[in-house]
């Protein structure tokens, strides 16, 4: 009965689950979430639709358009890796579950 | 053998052990196992012809979906094979750096196992509180990379992200928290009756037949063989740490309990030989686009075993062929021992012992695309094909 001393210990400290919808943990630092673009500072270079293992980004450069589909994304963070003027960055954002397909279209 | 008591039970695809599908075909006579069959192949996903589709700096990330639990040791012995055709060597921080990463992840992994373990003789205690030790290393890992499953750490050249001295400081802390805890487990696994009176004299794999079926892992080391990698051939820097291999002589379930168990208290000692050798340095280092044209073999000491890579440059970007072995498709049929006398009760610790995992494994299948049949491979196919 070795494990007698954890329950007995288990009676009388908190659970360690959090109840997740009404308390959030927060996300650590460099966490790879919901990308966060900034379309100021972009310079429509094409070098993090190059750098995407699943092809997720688009851009064409003359006509000023970048577009990135979160549904095939794979959170690698590759394209903030390259990213020439940080404007594309990944942030803390994890819940982005939709019923809708243009939620997952960033542009 | 009674022919009226003697029966077939298919077990599986969906099966009581694990998640994950295989196909286990168990001739019993009455309650006793005389004979198992195993099934393999219903998670085949073709990734092997995928890799060959994509650029040497895109697979990596493909090979990490390869299991959800070890994915980086897979990208770390990718990358090892991956520089190996381009001659470079890594900085040596990096090197420390996924060294940390691997051994936290056997961390993780077996001590998910231990759960599972707990789950599978009906000790549920076990199973929830070695889970809530885990998160400790789920959340540091999450630190580290930036997510807590499929880390992306490891690149061809080096490592993405950096520990920082806090980071170091933290890992410490958790380390000796959990040492703590891993010896309260082993103490639970030898000495607790309840777990014992299932797991002692179950599921015995003689040294003769670990060595028969080609076991790797800790179930070879539970049944006496010394086989560890870091050890036998070393990568990376482990021969630059101090660590013991840990074999045990039982050759029972509980004996790969305690070989995982006491494996990890080395593991954390590792970790903390890593943050103390650790120098300033470079994380990095700039490789080009295409890899000369040759062909090499790397391999590594997964959680389960040795995992193998073979890689085969045509002097493109893209990988010419790359063929992947994982530790399961050699440990699974060391069940066929393991198995043959058991109860039919004792099938899913004895079998979750091991510690499978099929997405890894599931690599050959033949498919006839007149007739649609699949079939898998085994050994009178492959000795039709000797010539």
Known sequence: MKMLSDIIKNLVTKPSTEKYPYTKKKTPKGFRGK??????????????AKACPVHTIGVIRDKKFWQLDLSKCIFCARCQDVCPTKCLQLGNEFEIASDKKEDFIIK | MNEDTCY??????QHPALIEPEYLKIHLDGETIVNVDINLGYMHRGIEKALQQRTYQQDQFLIEKICGICSSIHTLTYCNAIEKLLEVDIPERAKYIRM????????HSHMLWVGIAGY????DTVFHMSWRDRELVMELLENISGKRVGYSMNTIG????????????????IMDKIDIRLNHYINVFVKDSTITKRTKNTGILTQKDAIKYSAVGPVARASGISCDLRKKAPYLLYDNVDFKEITHNTNDVESRAVVRLKELLESTKIIRQCLHLMQKGELTIKIPDTVPEGETISHGEAPRGEIFYYARSDGTDKPYRIKIRTPTLSNIHSLQAMLKGQQLADLPIIVASIDPCFSCTDRITLLNTRTGMSKSVDATYLKTLKR
């Open chain 2, 8 to 13: 077939t039970l298919p077990l599986g695809p």
């Open chain 1, 35 to 48: 990308h966060e673009y900034d379309r100021e500072k972009c310079i429509y270079c094409g070098l993090c």
């Open chain 2, 100 to 107: 940390i990463v691997a051994e936290l992840e056997r961390l």
């Open chain 2, 120 to 123: 599978e003789i009906g000790f």
């Open chain 2, 158 to 173: 080096g490592v993405r992200r950096d520990i920082s001295k806090d980071m170091a400081e933290n890992i410490r802390t």
